[in-house]
T-cell receptor, first 112, second 114 residues
Framework: AQSVTQLDSHVSVSEGTPVLLRCNYS??????LFWYVQHPNKGLQLLLK??????LVKGINGFEAEFKKSETSFHLTKPSAHMSDAAEYFC??????????FGTGTRLKVLA | EPEVTQTPSHQVTQMGQEVILRCVPI?????FYWYRQILGQKVEFLVS????????KSEIFDDQFSVERPDGSNFTLKIRSTKLEDSAMYFC????????????FGPGTRLTVL
């Protein structure tokens, strides 16, 4: 069965410093992986996706993630945090039937 | 750019009442989904729908829930007799099989059961 673990429920960074949000997955086959962002009282916005092409995936707003099969990880990074990045971030793995399996989320706080 | 829409944005109902949440998926998509997110918790899969029938459902999706595609554009989630614990944000999503599994989400309907 597929599952995803987000290792940090809360992350705080200072504006202008790097962001690292960690995600580990479990899958019995080659998965598709996604990162979504949810701003307060808003819907889910796709940041980036991995679907078995390049292992380093670039997304919107300067975010990127690297698929590491040997570590079963798909960590989200950004070189320099902006105040507008403060939000909840969800790592998602697809099942064999393509339903989404969400992680528990990481709340990113950006300090001025 | 095509998008998934959902109505209403917020629904308040009394416990025991029936509610219908509406979604208009992207027009050429073939797979449709409902998810829910209880306040402060993660997003959970409820049901997937393809070719006018349920293809998969979670244990949350009990007999109180049903889905329907009544015409060529709408996709609805009905809760027959709402309970307090049904209070959540409900997201609809749709997928084009040619886009690598990516689902496109609507903005959500916040359901409050009093």
């Amino acid at each position: 069965a597929q599952s995803v673990t987000q290792l940090d429920s809360h992350v705080s960074v200072s504006e202008g410093t790097p962001v690292l949000l960690r995600c580990n997955y479990s899958s019995s086959y080659s998965p598709s992986l996604f990162w979504y962002v949810q701003h307060p009282n808003k819907g889910l916005q796709l940041l980036l996706k991995y679907t078995s092409a390049a292992t380093l995936v670039k997304g919107i707003n300067g975010f990127e993630a690297e698929f590491k099969k040997s570590e079963t990880s798909f960590h989200l990074t950004k070189p320099s945090a902006h105040m507008s990045d403060a939000a909840e971030y969800f790592c998602v793995v697809t099942s064999g039937t393509y339903k989404y399996i969400f992680g528990t989320g990481t709340r990113l706080k950006v300090l001025a | 750019e095509p998008e998934v829409t959902q109505t209403p944005s917020h629904q308040v109902t009394q416990m025991g009442q029936e509610v219908i949440l509406r979604c208009v998926p992207i027009s050429n998509h073939l797979y449709f989904y409902w998810y829910r997110q209880i306040l402060g918790q993660k997003v959970e899969f409820l049901v997937s729908f393809y070719n006018n029938e349920i293809s998969e459902k979670s244990e949350i999706f009990d007999d109180q829930f049903s889905v329907e595609r009544p015409d060529g554009s709408n996709f609805t989630l009905k809760i027959r007799s709402t309970k307090l614990e049904d209070s959540a944000m409900y997201f609809c999503a749709s997928r084009d099989p040619g886009q690598g599994g990516e689902q496109f989400f609507g903005p959500g309907t916040r359901l409050t059961v009093l």
